[in-house]
């Protein structure tokens, strides 16, 4: 099939990223913050105007993160964020230069965005919970996984690239041996 069948799989990668993307999008940044804004005593009209607008931000910022992500994921890794579908060449350029999981930020951010525009301590909690689940599937699901798939690569990725706190400037010392950088 050479070259001739590239843009067949790139259409289809982008087919199984957008699945990903609007079923477990759609499940944590909508309806479990809809369930919990339900169950607790906070009301749609209840956020100022001014925590309205730092919110939208935050949410705008938090999904451009996430969507910049999936598209390295499906352009430079050749896979996608689902675990069925994972990457098959480690990306670590553009925002993935900065922090480890970026895509996870980008979460917190929309989560962290919701409970400021509605001004909810419960979407707050929400947030913290996601966080802490998602650090816990980081560390004990997908590292170890990533280490086995990426060997030498992960690890001199590792140990340049913060798992959480992004560097202002991006770390380029990991770059080379199948790595797949800026």
Known sequence: ?????????????????????????????VLGPILVLRS?????????????????????FGAAVMLVCALDFVVRGSGTAAPYDPPRRLVSGRLYAH????????????????????????????????????????????????????????EAYVREVPRWLPRLRPSTGYAGGGIEGE
């Open 1 to 29: 099939m050479g070259d001739r069948g590239r843009p067949w799989r790139l259409v289809s990668l982008l087919l199984r990223t957008l699945l990903f993307a609007v079923v477990v999008p759609g499940s944590v940044f």
């Open 99 to 154: 922090v480890r999981n970026p895509m996870y930020l980008g979460g917190v951010a929309i989560l962290l965005g919701e409970a400021v525009a509605f001004r909810s301590h419960a979407l707050l909690l929400y947030t913290a919970v996601a966080w802490a689940l998602w650090h816990l599937a980081v560390v004990f699901v997908e590292e170890p996984g990533l280490r086995r798939r990426f060997g030498a690569d992960y």
């Open 40 to 60: 607790s005593d906070a009301r749609w009209s209840a956020a100022s105007d001014a925590s309205r607008v730092v919110g939208i931000a935050l949410i705008v």
